[in-house]
């Protein structure tokens, strides 16, 4: 158990490069502002009340216990716009 603890201890509080953790830190920002910008142009297309599943059937299938901010506020195109 020792080396275990060890192990972590050195894993989470050895020095180490910052650059590795900059180029990490800057991919990760670079992905999800693509998905973003990817995503951007569908969103009505897929969370829209015309969308691929409208508020009202995904109701209908979900199930009671699951929650979703998209269904609390009202369908309405900038409803959906500030909430993704």
Not at 8 to 30: E, K, N, Q
Not at 37 to 57: C, F, K, M, N, S
Not at 66 to 75: F, G, Q, R, T, Y
Request: charged share 20%; aromatic share 14%; hydrophobic share 55%.
């Amino acid at each position: 158990m020792t080396r275990v603890v060890a192990a972590w201890d050195r894993f989470w509080h050895s020095p180490t490069d910052p650059r590795v953790a900059a180029f990490l830190r800057i991919a990760l920002g670079s992905l999800v502002f693509l998905q973003f910008a990817l995503q951007a142009p569908y969103v009505l297309d897929w969370w829209g009340e015309d969308g691929l599943l409208p508020q009202r059937a995904a109701r209908r299938i979900l199930d009671q216990d699951a929650s979703s901010l998209l269904l609390v506020l009202p369908p309405v195109d900038a409803v959906v716009w500030t909430a993704w």
